[in-house]
């Protein structure tokens, strides 16, 4: 079974273009420290998290951050459902993150063009719920760790 997760949501028109248009989940990018155009502040996420009443979408905080006290903070006062969390966070940050907010479920976001995919997504897969592929890109000045657009190599996968 596939579900579908929008992410980069910052308004609340966004949530519902993507609630309408049959998403099952909503992401909100929170705590990044990648090159994003779609970030929202954990206040403004807040705000569209309280306002939006559908039971039936799931709310996803996607963060690049690697501290489990940093992502705590974020997900503690909102009604998330799930947290992705992006770049290499340590099994012992799952962990605690696991222990302080039981109910929540993690999601590990793994490079498809990275190093290593399998053997990182194996490393993760007994600490998180699910695991996500995703493409990172670099340019000159840039890297974008997820949401680039970009299709990987899905033969490693």
């Not at 996607?62 to 947290?83: N, S």
Request: overall charge neutral.
């Amino acid at each position: 079974m596939y579900r579908v997760k929008i992410c980069g949501i910052r308004s609340l028109k966004d949530a519902r273009i993507a609630i309408k248009a049959g998403a099952d989940a909503l992401g909100f990018l929170v705590g990044t420290s990648y090159y994003t155009n779609d970030g929202v502040s954990p206040r403004e996420a807040e705000e569209l998290l309280d306002s939006i009443d559908y039971v039936s979408v799931a709310k996803v905080l996607v963060t690049h951050q690697l501290d489990a006290g940093d992502i705590l903070w974020i997900l503690e006062p909102m009604r998330f459902d799930y947290v992705q969390l992006h770049d290499a966070i340590a099994i012992k940050e799952i962990k605690k993150i696991r222990k302080a907010v039981p109910s929540i479920k993690i999601v590990k976001a793994i490079h498809g063009n990275g190093e290593n995919p399998i053997e990182t997504a194996l490393m993760y897969a007994e600490h998180v719920d699910a695991i996500v592929v995703d493409t990172m890109s670099k340019t000159r000045n840039r890297i974008r760790i997820g949401g680039t657009g970009r299709t990987h190599d899905w033969n490693v996968t």
